[in-house]
């Protein structure tokens, strides 16, 4: 026998090995693989030193990344600056945070300023992106007392400063879909009870304030202005309503993301609908969706309750999109099959994007002074 036909031999019963092992490998992922993959959420908010978010993170394989907001319900941002960058120093590789800016004195000489000096040195401190919230387009008004819109042009030097940073916006703007509806024809338990108990936060019964096509178009306008800019939607861009919507507002800003806090159910409703549609849309738009959450770890809670919280609402997101388990959604009344994503995809949506997203990339001019 020739070395020659010994050589090829070998090299086809490799080869054949090669396609058996490929063909014993799963397409998805399992329940048991979820604390063994590694994961990034995209957006949490750690809110007190207390290490427990930190300690279910590394039992069930995340990094996190904790979103300071203007938002007065919270500590104030220097407090969340401060206790987002003694956590980032005492775990750099798992935590990851970002800054916010206030809207005080918008409108003054000095606001753009303060606001752009702010975020810079957050980023000196480790921040590695820049939240924007609901506030504006929905609260804050200017000395004329109209709502200040996303795409007001006020700004732009504040955009201006976070391109030449090299990070990322994340950006917050409007409520979901179902706040302009009403209660009866909301499509989940969570906003029905919500905007129940909380009418003052109803839009429906506020004709008065911007409709939700007025907060995405101005959303809209302001990617559109600034192409530079590194955009995340956050909470699917608050088009989580419609695969198709959230799909088409991607298609026209190749530089735009979107984060899936807080609005799977969104999801799961559409997925009983058509679940070979959800399942497309999250295969085709692989590259530009982020894992996210949207737990909040609060003093008023203990260690030991947000925890076990925190693993359930993790596990039953990655049943739903890493599985074909079937389990019970009790804010929409329904037993939903889950997407069964390829590994490929799992991967990037929870981990690639996130980690690609969330870094501070070297700018032009950075690179010409080396």
């Known amino acids: 026998m020739s070395k020659r036909f010994v050589l090829v031999a070998q090299c086809l019963f490799l080869a054949a090995g090669g396609v058996h092992a490929a063909a014993q490998q799963p397409r998805s992922y399992s329940r048991a693989d979820f604390a063994k993959v590694r994961k990034y959420d995209a957006h949490v908010h750690a809110n007190t030193l207390d290490p427990a978010f930190l300690a279910q993170a590394k039992a069930d394989g995340f990094e996190l990344l904790s979103i300071n907001v203007d938002y007065p319900d919270f500590p104030t941002i220097d407090e969340q600056a401060r206790i987002a960058v003694t956590l980032r120093k005492k775990n750099p590789k798992r935590f990851h945070y970002a800054t916010a800016f206030s809207m005080r004195g918008w409108g003054t000489s ?52 976070i391109v030449a940073l090299g990070i990322p916006l994340i950006a917050h703007q409007g409520e979901p879909y179902n706040c302009w509806l009403p209660l009866d024809q909301m499509s989940n338990d969570n906003d029905r009870e919500y905007f129940r108990e909380h009418p003052q936060y109803h839009m429906f019964l506020h004709p008065d304030q911007p409709a939700y096509e007025t907060l995405m178009g101005a959303r809209d306008r302001f990617v559109s202005r600034h192409p530079e800019l590194r955009f995340v939607g956050a909470h699917m861009a608050s088009l989580e309503w419609s695969v198709d919507r959230l799909a088409a507002f991607l298609d026209a800003h190749p530089a735009a993301n979107a984060d899936l806090a807080a609005r799977m159910t969104a999801v799961q409703v559409q997925s ?84 690609r997203e969330f870094v501070r990339r070297q700018t032009r001019a950075e690179s010409l002074r080396r």
Do not use: C
Request: glycine share 4%; proline share 3%; net charge negative.
């Open 110 to 161: 000095g606001w753009a300023q303060q606001a752009t000096e702010r975020i810079a040195q957050a980023v000196t401190d480790g921040a590695v992106a820049v939240k924007i919230w609901k506030n504006v387009g929905m609260v804050e008004k200017d000395a004329n007392g109209q709502l200040i819109m996303l795409d007001d042009p006020g700004f732009d030097p504040v955009i201006a400063r």
């Open 272 to 355: 009983l609908q058509d679940r070979d549609k959800v399942r497309r849309f999250f295969i085709r738009y692989a590259d530009r969706l982020m894992y996210a959450s949207d737990l909040t770890y609060a003093p008023d809670v203990t260690a030991a309750q947000f925890r076990k919280e925190a693993h359930e609402f993790w596990l039953s997101d990655w049943r739903y999109l890493a599985t074909d388990d079937s389990q019970r959604i009790e804010s929409i009344r329904a037993d939903v099959a889950g997407l069964a994503l390829p590994r490929s995809v799992i991967d990037k949506i929870y981990y690639t994007n996130a980690s």
